[in-house]
């Protein structure tokens, strides 16, 4: 049972102004003081002095605070000031899941704290309801102080002993020198023809779920996301019906409230050599989509793979510029994109599709884009690492995290890039993904795919790409749920059928309204990135010194002049520390993206958050990172196997 406070009540002779007696340094009252203190703390209950038992004001109050280390845990009713008396069963547990650990492993220190009104830990940026996960470089001990109504408080300390590890890596960053800035908007999807309204909704039934996930990507100043909707699809749609562009346009219209807004690039048929269909096709998108929101109409999609891949590059400038010339003509004013290349010449995707010598060299693309020159607003390509298990191509789990995987289609697009920036054109990566063909479950849907997409993205960019699509469907042709989408849906019936969308998956139950099914590796991956690059950061150069495989990027905020270092632990084994030197900043905070295992597909947390469990697309649990200082310039963060974290730096 809680006691009321005591009371301190001096003598009614003693004059008011004891108090000043004691400031003046007066022996007597201040031993008088001394002695109250001793008797007021072997009671325990004291939590001030009543303003009306002394009666001084706040002006006599304030040359008190000189007595505060007198006072201890007395507090001055009506200043604001003073410390509560400590109460130790605020906090009934407090403990390290690992109290001993190698440097690059991980712990969990979780506690009990009922009754506190707040609690707050040492060591990290924000505290979570009941545990944080931490990996210290060191031996470090953690602080949990619980705060009651009344505001008593405690502090209970935990240690985590840490044991040395080998150095996994070596990274310097010249924060000095900046380079290519990544370009807004660089984040982006690719939706097919029918997925694309199922996953927007109509706009009698919109998906605010979809528009909360891209709201998370665009939260860090990136731009609007961009929505390319084309695919295989497009080369079999017909003419538009009464439900084909509405949700696009109450997509865009909604957009509005999002941080940065949308952009669309919208596929017409162009395989099917119909100039008519793909005309009036691209009329009726741009007279009912709202002014400024298509950024190009695309011509095609992969012409490399037409007529059995003997589709010739001559053949297909003639067949463009013909396509091009009418959609113009009915709609002035209308830019388009284009090649929209499955493949890189001498590269084979799949088994069942031979490389090709003859089509988009870098002669024929500098060709196309000098023809279309006036036309275009992109050129774009299209990039897999290569054919999943729909393709008949099954890749071992790890696949993703071999350095290849990253670095090859970003090297092959380095030497066109260049032609489209001579003519004033960004190049575009407007469909892209890990493995083609829908991917493939245990893989692309797996841990590895996150790691994998930062790690991409940051090459692209690095190589002057303008933006990417990430290839993203509810489900597919296989029917299958899309193995690579970033996120998956349960959705109303009246919307499928609404949507004219590919039949679902064996068993799938509509739902009354919009869901969030689950959200997979490869968005986690983008939302990294999309924290690492904001306020279209410029690129830092970086010196990696490394035996294992990690990869490392920088950039920084030329809004706040915050370095971000990303470093990529894309080793299946390598666990330890990696020593970073930054000159000129001080001190830091660590966000963490990691997982159980590189294979799983559930349980991926970054800064602490996790999409398991959302209701509503936004991130489940308190956003968290670990505090860090440096001296010179040097800092010294852990890293496990198949982890990523994330340094951002303050001077």
């Not at 201040?30 to 209950?45: D, E, P, Q, Y």
């Not at 060191?138 to 502090?155: C, I, P, R």
């Not at 995290?401 to 670095?407: E, G, K, R, V």
């Not at 590796?521 to 490394?546: C, N």
Request: hydrophobic letters at 35%.
């Amino acid at each position: 049972m809680r006691r009321s406070p005591a009371r301190l009540t001096p003598d009614a002779s003693d004059p008011p102004n004891l108090l000043n007696r004691i400031s003046n340094g007066d022996s007597m009252s201040l031993a008088l003081f001394k002695h109250l203190r001793t008797n007021v703390m072997k009671k325990s209950n004291v939590s001030r002095i009543h303003e009306k038992s002394i009666g001084f004001t706040c002006q006599s109050r304030a040359s008190l605070f000189m007595l505060l280390p007198i006072l201890g845990t007395l507090s001055i009713a009506g200043c604001g000031g003073g410390v509560s008396s400590d109460d130790p069963s605020l906090i009934q547990r407090f403990a390290a899941s690992s109290p001993t650990i190698t440097a690059g492993q991980i712990t969990t220190l979780s506690w009990q704290a009922s009754g506190s009104k707040s609690v707050s830990l040492s060591g990290v940026t924000a505290t979570p309801v009941a545990s944080a996960v931490v990996a210290p470089s060191q031996t470090t001990t953690y602080h949990l102080t619980a705060t009651s109504e009344v505001g008593k408080s405690t502090t209970r300390d935990v240690t985590v002993t840490v044991a040395p590890a080998t150095t996994v890596g070596s990274v310097t960053v010249n924060p000095t020198q900046p380079g290519r800035a990544i370009p807004s908007g660089f984040l982006g999807f690719s939706h097919e023809w029918g997925q694309a309204q199922l996953l927007m909704g109509s706009p009698a039934v919109p998906n605010p779920v979809y528009r909360q996930l891209i709201a998370n990507l665009e939260q860090y100043g990136g731009g609007p996301v961009s929505l390319r909707i084309g695919g295989s699809s497009t080369d079999s749609t017909g003419e538009p019906d009464a439900n084909t562009v509405p949700p696009l346009a109450q997509m865009y219209a909604d957009s509005k409230s999002l941080p940065s807004g949308v952009s669309f690039i919208l596929g017409v048929n162009f395989k099917a050599g119909n100039v008519t269909l793909a005309t009036d096709q691209a009329t009726a998108y741009l007279k009912s989509m709202p002014s400024g929101s298509v950024q190009a109409v695309e011509i095609g999609n992969e012409p490399d793979l037409y007529q059995n891949t003997t589709y010739p590059f001559s053949q297909f400038l003639t067949d463009f510029q013909t396509f091009g010339h009418s959609i113009q003509a009915a709609n002035p004013g209308t830019l388009l994109m284009g090649p929209s290349i499955a493949r890189f010449p001498n590269t084979q995707l799949s088994k069942r599709l031979p490389p090709r010598t003859d089509f988009a060299t870098t002669d024929q693309l500098n060709t196309f884009i000098q023809q279309e020159a006036s036309s275009l607003a992109l050129v774009s390509w299209h990039a897999y690492v290569t054919a999943g298990a729909n393709a008949g191509n099954t890749v071992p789990s790890g696949f993703l995290l071999q350095p290849t995987s990253s670095t090859l289609k970003p090297s092959l697009v380095a030497a066109y890039v260049p032609l489209a920036t001579a003519a004033g054109k960004p190049f575009r990566m407007a469909e892209m993904n890990s493995l083609s063909s829908s991917g493939q479950d245990g893989v692309s849907n797996a841990f590895e795919a996150a790691l994998w997409a930062v790690d991409t993205m940051f090459e692209f960019a690095n190589v002057g790409i303008s933006g990417v699509n990430f290839h993203s469907n509810n489900w597919n042709s296989f029917n299958q749920w899309d193995a690579y989408g970033a996120f998956h849906f349960n959705v109303p019936e009246s919307q499928y059928l609404a949507s004219k969308s590919i039949a679902p998956p064996s068993g799938t139950q509509f739902s009354q309204q919009y869901s969030l099914r689950e959200v997979q590796s490869l968005y986690y991956g983008m939302l990294l990135f999309a924290e690492s690059t904001g306020h279209q950061s410029k690129l830092l150069p970086v010196d990696l010194q490394t035996n294992t495989n990690v990869k490392a990027w920088a950039t920084i905020d030329p809004t706040t002049n915050k370095v971000n270092v990303l470093v990529l632990n894309k080793d299946q084994s390598a666990s330890g520390v990696v020593s970073l030197t930054i000159p000129g900043y001080s001190s830091g905070v660590v966000t963490r993206m990691i997982a159980p295992t590189l294979s799983s597909k559930t349980g991926i947390t970054l800064g602490g958050q996790t999409f398991d469990g959302s209701q509503d697309g936004k991130a489940v649990g308190v956003e968290y990172g670990e505090t860090i200082t440096g001296e010179g310039g040097k800092f010294t963060v852990s890293s496990g196997a198949a982890s990523a974290f994330l340094l951002t730096l303050s001077k």
